[in-house]
């Protein structure tokens, strides 16, 4: 899980502060004029996909003890989803008294 969590998370977040960098060089050198509003969006793409990373990275484990996990975990998230899914579903009411 911790592999997982750092490659599909740890390489956009990489990404989305190395486009911070390149974005000051290619101002500074003249080489490209980007706007304010491209600089912003791809960094928040970069690091929207390193939210969805975490969240994969954690989904994609085997939840059981005695179970080793495939490669890229993509049985193991088809199930742990739909029991997330399900276990959202299946919520408690809210009591009067609150």
């Not at 592999?3 to 500074?28: D, H, W």
């Not at 690091?47 to 490669?71: K, N």
Request: net charge positive.
């Amino acid at each position: 899980m911790m592999r997982r969590m750092a490659v599909f998370s740890g390489v956009p977040t990489f990404l989305g502060m190395a486009s911070f960098f390149v974005s000051y060089i290619l101002l500074t050198r003249h080489i490209v004029e980007l706007p304010n509003v491209v600089v912003l969006l791809v960094s928040l793409g970069c690091f929207g996909l390193g939210v969805l990373g975490l969240s994969y990275g954690v989904l994609s484990a085997s939840w059981q003890e005695d179970e080793v996990g495939s490669l890229l975990g993509l049985s193991e998230f088809s199930i742990n989803f739909r029991r997330l899914v399900q276990g959202l579903r299946k919520k408690p009411p809210a009591s009067e008294s609150e």
